[in-house]
T-cell receptor, first 113, second 115 residues
Framework: DAEITQSPRHKITETGRQVTLACHQTWNHNNMFWYRQDLGHGLRLIHYSYGVQDTNKGEVSDGYSVSRSNTEDLPLTLESAASSQTSVYFC????????????FGQGTRLTVV | DQQVKQNSPSLSVQEGRISILNCDYTNSMFDYFLWYKKYPAEGPTFLISISSIKDKNEDGRFTVFLNKSAKHLSLHIVPSQPGDSAVYFCAATSYSGAGSYQLTFGKGTKLSVIP
């Protein structure tokens, strides 16, 4: 079955380290997204991509970067992890901009100490 | 400024009764609305959606109502079941204007269905 997977599911890292969270989907979806979920804030968009080599900043992009070298993957990199980036991160994908339903991965819980 | 608002952080309902979850939006460019359901330690899953050209959409026990003039939508669950206990997120998107096609989420409402 087609799916979207995130790895790792849990990670603890130290302040200042570079961290990369992986997201892989097998639906051949053009659009991919990264969100973070924090108590009191719901789901906030970090970065998104509408196709290979396309990346865009979302609402809370500072300190994060993404790259889209193929259809299946959108890794999220924290350049220098900060305690404020402790959160649960969700990757999502959808077929195109004209299909509004997005499918989410199971999430990565990141703790920055 | 929050464009999608879910003003009730939590809601408790007896099993078998109706659950009503509310959502308000401020951006008049939004023209498509979705509800997602999230269980602990899982990703959100799509539940039901509605286009701005409609005022109601039903799918089994779930009905979404849209009042465009009030910029308000609601999700009705009838009858509520213990398995419906989850966090529900309201989301909105636009097919035109700034931020087109992006999903903007509310903060979520935690529904507890009491057996």
């Amino acid at each position: 079955d087609a799916e979207i997977t995130q790895s790792p599911r849990h990670k603890i890292t130290e302040t200042g380290r570079q961290v990369t969270l992986a997201c892989h989907q097998t639906w051949n979806h053009n659009n991919m997204f990264w969100y973070r979920q924090d108590l009191g804030h719901g789901l906030r968009l970090i970065h998104y991509s509408y196709g290979v080599q396309d990346t865009n900043k979302g609402e809370v992009s500072d300190g994060y970067s993404v790259s889209r070298s193929n259809t299946e993957d959108l890794p999220l990199t924290l350049e220098s992890a900060a305690s404020s980036q402790t959160s649960v991160y969700f990757c999502a994908s959808r077929l195109t901009e004209w299909v509004t339903e997005a499918f989410f991965g199971q999430g990565t819980r990141l703790t920055v100490v | 400024d929050q464009q999608v608002k879910q003003n009730s952080p939590s809601l408790s309902v007896q099993e078998g009764r109706i659950s009503i979850l509310n959502c308000d939006y401020t951006n008049s460019m939004f023209d498509y609305f979705l509800w997602y359901k999230k269980y602990p330690a899982e990703g959100p899953t799509f539940l039901i959606s509605i286009s701005s050209i409609k005022d109601k959409n039903e799918d089994g026990r779930f009905t979404v109502f849209l009042n465009k003039s009030a910029k308000h939508l609601s999700l009705h669950i009838v009858p509520s079941q213990p398995g419906d206990s989850a966090v529900y997120f309201c989301a909105a998107t636009s097919y035109s204007g700034a931020g087109s096609y992006q999903l903007t989420f509310g903060k979520g409402t935690k529904l507890s269905v009491i057996p």
